[in-house]
């Protein structure tokens, strides 16, 4: 049976407990990354900000509801606590794979923009690809190459060898497995600090949290 077959799309109504993408019988190692050794070591987690607080959030990149975490939640947090330093938010890539066919390819492709743009404290253009990428939905590799080229300062052949190479897939490796350690098993979670988000998709709820942690 095709894997997608058994993912769920919830929408943020209803129950919050579900909200987001998630695989019903358990999220498991995609194929794609099966028998790759995880090298935790191979890119820093990119960030933004720099406050005492951490907003650890953990996204699929196909995923309905992390694109809309990124096009209405991410936002709300940057303008009204990162551009303060009011916390230091940080991405983990955790691709369940929501689409089969693009999850990894996506999140290969925006670790070979930070790899040819930042540096070990800087993501350089990561964020703003991965912003490009998931506004396309769930873009072909061409596109994905499309998207380096119109939207970064990234030379764009490093994302299409990545993509023929699965260059980053010891990065998506290791960060499916500290997901899977930690108990994540949707997409997206958000943890402030140590305490799980109840609605990942409800920036003040998100703001509230920190603040309250400060």
Not at 14 to 37: I, M, Q, T
Not at 113 to 140: H, I, L, N
Not at 169 to 191: H, I, M, Q, S
Request: glycine fraction near 6%.
């Amino acid at each position: 049976m095709n894997r997608r077959s058994f993912l769920t799309v919830t929408a943020a109504t209803g129950s919050v407990a579900l909200a987001g993408c998630s695989a019903l019988f358990g999220a498991s190692l995609p194929d794609e990354l099966d028998g790759v050794d995880p090298d935790p070591d191979q890119l820093p987690t990119p960030t933004v900000g720099s406050g005492t607080v951490s907003i650890d959030v953990y996204e699929d990149l196909a995923c309905p509801s992390c694109q809309e975490f990124q096009a209405a939640v991410f936002p709300e947090l940057e303008a009204r606590l990162l551009e303060d330093d009011g916390a230091i938010y940080r991405h983990h890539d955790f691709p369940l794979p929501a689409d089969e066919e693009r999850s990894i390819p996506m999140a290969n492709a925006a670790r070979a923009v930070q790899s040819a743009s930042g540096t070990e404290d800087d993501p350089g253009e990561f964020f703003e690809y991965k912003r490009f990428a998931m506004d396309a939905g769930t873009p072909s590799d061409e596109e994905l190459v499309e998207i380096a080229d119109a939207e970064t300062d990234a030379d764009p052949s490093v994302v299409e060898d990545a993509l023929e190479e699965g260059a980053y897939y010891p990065t998506l490796t290791a960060e499916w497995e500290d997901a899977d350690d930690r108990g994540v098993d949707r997409t997206p979670t958000v943890f402030v600090d140590d305490e799980e988000v109840e609605d990942p998709l409800d920036a003040d709820e998100i703001i509230t949290m920190v603040e309250e942690t400060v």
